[in-house]
């Protein structure tokens, strides 16, 4: 079964700095996707940013942005400029390409926004 | 955009009721998911469903049903609450089955805080 591990429960950042959260993962497949959601205090899981494991380009989307190391099964999100409205807990998550589309999720990240 | 409505925001119930949580999704969407959230857990599957009246267990099924009659609407059950059910639970929905549609997100509802006392 794979698995996701976040090791930073907590991180926090200053504002307009950049930070990275870290993102493991255990998998014997060699075609997956990767996923970092974002559930701000308002609790709504919003899709961050998006990884197809065949694609050796890493994703961007604005100021996010991955580092996705396969051979490492390390998927790390950067995100440059933070905002107030980063703060949120931040989820990695893991998705087969074969079968269902379950997704198994890390224990989270908690970032904080130092003004 | 999609949207999937959880029906409660809080729910405080008591230990031994039988406990219904209503999801609904307005995209067509073939498959739906109930999650369990707790604390340095993240997210785990309890039961998803790809089509209607299909189920399949998640990781964590002890204690849930689910039903699924309409294309729309995914329910969870917990057929006798018990304390260790104090959780928030999230439902989503997604397109299709994976390859085709195999980078398709989920899309979340605002998750339902529930209390067993």
């Known amino acids: 079964a794979q698995t996701v591990t976040q090791s930073q429960p907590e991180m926090s950042v200053q504002e307009a700095e950049t930070v990275t959260l870290s993102c493991t993962y255990d998998?014997?497949?060699?075609?997956?996707?990767l996923f970092w959601y974002k559930q701000p205090p308002s609790r709504q899981m919003i899709l961050v940013i998006r990884?197809?494991?065949?694609?050796?380009q890493n994703a961007t989307e604005n100021r996010f942005s991955v580092n996705f190391q396969k051979a490492a099964k390390s998927f790390s999100l950067k995100i440059s400029d933070s905002q107030l409205g980063d703060a949120a807990m931040y989820f990695c998550?893991?998705?087969?390409?074969?079968?269902?589309?379950?997704?198994?999720f890390g224990q989270g990240t908690r970032l904080t926004i130092n003004p | 955009d999609v949207k999937v409505t959880q029906s409660s925001r809080y729910l405080v119930k008591r230990t031994g009721e039988k406990v219904f949580l209503e999801c609904v999704q307005d995209m067509d969407h073939e498959n739906m998911f109930w999650y369990r959230q707790d604390p340095g857990l993240g997210l785990r599957l309890i039961y998803f469903?790809?089509?209607?009246?299909?189920?399949e267990k998640g990781d964590i099924p002890e204690g849930y049903s689910v039903s699924r009659e309409k294309k729309e609407r995914f329910s969870l059950i917990l057929e006798s609450a018990s304390t260790n059910q104090t959780s928030m639970y999230l439902c989503a929905s997604s397109l299709g089955r994976t390859g085709v549609y195999g980078n398709q997100p989920q899309h979340f509802g605002d998750g339902t805080r529930l209390s067993i006392l």
């Open positions: 990884q197809e494991a065949y694609k050796q």
């Open positions: 998550a893991y998705r087969s390409s074969q079968g269902a589309q379950k997704l198994v």
């Open positions: 469903s790809y089509d209607v009246k299909m189920k």
């Open positions: 998998t014997s497949e060699s075609d997956y996707y």
